[in-house]
């Protein structure tokens, strides 16, 4: 995705008048859910002409086909053509379903991004990867395709839950760990509330577009951006099935710890840097409980990541910090020591 399709900004105002005057519309649609309308729209909704208001109901289990058909019934219904325009307003369960909606409509229209979780802003507004979810599959049917816009302001994070703040800063703690060793130098020594969210959103999203620009389709350099997702998925998964919830930034935070031990056991990683690794997450996130009678349960999870080739668990692991290495297979005993490492 090139730069210049995204702008960050404390001007979100003054950014939307030029975009929707350089973008070439006929009408214009606002994606939101009850949240985003509540806090996000009123922020807004006086730099944007005549336009009209989709709302959807907000959590992943609305990030569905049957979700889109009321987006695509409402499009419909307003005679939108060819060269409307869809504005999604949300975080990562609007912008992956109003992108999708919006580039299978009429075969698709213009859609731009306005992210208002942290999650969003450093990471699924990047990278072009739309879809829904599909009969319990998490992203199951979708699609690449860039946004033609994207305006990020840390003035939405004002409204975000302190708990979907940190889940959000997972990810930027992980392009840290993959990419960046002298800025995990100077990020290790800040918690949140100092942190400047500008600075913090640009350097993220700086290492997702190169690392994305570098390999759009995910054949291999981009691989890296899964760093904590093998163990971290998996745990979310164990945890849904259970009733039981942990947030996605939680779970990555386990799968970094968990990951970054096994990298140490490879001898990839000195033990100063896992404790490093471990004593910043420990100071953001509280550690998920997993009880020794679960690894199993969760180990049957890992098997079935997508990721895996050949029924073989591959994962990344860091080689130092700021380096990862991808396609790595991991054996049964890595997987559940680290676990067991995890939680004890
Ligand atoms: P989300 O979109 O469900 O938002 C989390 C919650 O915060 C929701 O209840 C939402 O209504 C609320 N909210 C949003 N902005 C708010 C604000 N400013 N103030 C108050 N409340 C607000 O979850 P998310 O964590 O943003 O995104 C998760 C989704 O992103 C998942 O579906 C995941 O698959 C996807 N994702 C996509 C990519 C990608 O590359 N496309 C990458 C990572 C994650």
Redesign the pocket.
């Known amino acids: 995705m090139s730069t210049d399709k995204v702008v960050i900004t404390q001007a979100v105002n003054q950014q939307i008048q030029y975009i929707l005057k350089e973008l070439n519309f006929t009408q214009l649609a606002v994606l939101v859910?009850?949240?985003?309308l509540v806090?996000?729209y009123p922020l807004i909704k006086a730099s944007l002409p005549n336009h009209c208001l989709i709302q959807i109901k907000?959590?992943?289990e609305f990030?569905t086909i049957e979700t889109c058909n009321h987006i695509w019934g409402r499009l419909t219904a307003e005679a939108f053509d060819r060269k409307s325009l869809l504005l999604n307003l949300?975080?990562?369960?609007?912008?992956?379903m109003g992108g999708f909606a919006a580039r299978t409509f009429k075969r698709g229209i213009k859609f731009i991004n306005i992210?208002?979780?942290l999650?969003?802003q450093v990471?699924?507004?990047?990278?072009?990867?739309?879809g829904v979810?599909f009969k319990g599959l998490?992203?199951h049917i979708g699609l690449f395709s860039d946004p033609d816009q994207v305006i990020v302001d840390p003035v939405?994070?004002?409204?975000?839950?302190p708990a979907?703040l940190a889940?959000?800063f997972a990810?930027v703690i992980k392009h840290h760990l993959i990419a960046d060793a002298n800025g995990w130098e100077m990020l290790k020594k800040q918690s949140l509330p100092d942190l400047n969210w500008l600075e913090t959103i640009r350097h993220s999203v700086a290492i997702k577009s190169r690392v994305v620009a570098s390999d759009p389709q995910e054949a291999g350099y981009r691989k890296t951006l899964n760093f904590g997702h093998t163990l971290g998925h998996a745990v979310e998964s164990f945890k849904m099935i259970n009733d039981d919830s942990v947030?996605?930034?939680e779970a990555v935070a386990l799968g970094m710890i968990a990951e970054s031990y096994v990298s140490y056991k490879k001898g990839l990683l000195s033990s100063e840097e896992l404790k490093s690794i471990e004593n910043y997450i420990d100071s953001i996130f509280t550690r998920v409980n997993i009880m020794p009678e679960e690894i199993d349960e969760i180990f049957n999870l890992v098997i079935q990541d997508k990721k895996n080739k050949n029924n073989r668990v591959m994962a990344v692991l860091l080689e130092g910090i700021g380096s990862a290495k991808w396609d790595i297979k991991l054996t049964p005993s890595e997987i559940k020591s680290s676990l067991r490492y995890y939680s004890n």
């Not at 859910?33 to 985003?36: I, K, L, V, Y």
């Not at 949300?90 to 992956?96: E, F, L, M, R, S």
């Not at 990471?123 to 739309?130: M, P, W």
């Open positions: 859910d009850e949240n985003t806090n996000c907000s959590g992943e990030k949300g975080g990562g369960v609007i912008g992956d992210p208002t979780t999650l969003a990471d699924a507004s990047i990278g072009g990867k739309l979810d998490k992203n939405f994070l004002q409204s975000l839950p979907e889940s959000g990810e947030l996605h930034g």
